[in-house]
């Protein structure tokens, strides 16, 4: 599984430590009082930052609980754009998604999907993400002069996840 890269200077990793505290501190009282009864406020006060910074490191409430999702993206396309000379696509996408879906479904991750399952914004913003990553994807592919057509027909998709 490919880990997250430090931030090189004092202040990269100063603004990473203020968006994981927020991330962490939004979804710890999403999963205690509920998703729609925490407001970006609540998250603001009890992570001691203005509101203005919360917006500073994410676009909305549902990416509180995605704080993820522009890494992972970077993954799956790093996936494809990074692999070794002529390795086929399919096993070095394998190899990423598991990472992946592991992670998603590490121990402790089931009340966090149950949150997004019953949320009909999570459940929608959790959809727009899937498609980005889908999109950043098909154009790594597209982009990559080695990929054959037999690498992405579905019927070696499915066979080789």
Not at 96 to 116: K, Q, S
Not at 118 to 142: G, V
């Amino acid at each position: 599984m490919t880990e997250r890269t430090e931030p090189a200077g004092r202040r990269e990793r100063k603004k990473a430590a203020t968006r994981q505290k927020i991330a962490d501190t939004a979804l710890r009282l999403f999963l205690e009082r509920g998703y729609d009864a925490v407001g970006i406020r609540d998250v603001a006060a009890e992570a001691d930052v203005a509101v203005t910074t919360v917006f500073a490191h994410f676009a909305s409430k549902e990416a509180l609980v995605f704080e993820q999702d522009q890494d992972f993206e970077q993954r799956l396309v790093h996936a494809v754009t990074a692999r070794a000379p002529h390795e086929p696509l399919v096993p070095a996408l394998h190899r990423e998604i598991r990472a992946l879906v592991h992670h998603c479904t590490a121990d402790g991750a089931a009340p966090l999907w149950h949150m997004i399952d019953t949320s009909p914004a999570l459940r929608q913003y959790e959809e727009a993400m899937r498609l980005r990553h889908a999109e950043s994807l098909a154009t790594a592919i597209a982009a990559d002069v080695a990929v054959t057509a037999d690498d992405v027909t579905a019927d070696g998709v499915i066979a080789d996840v």
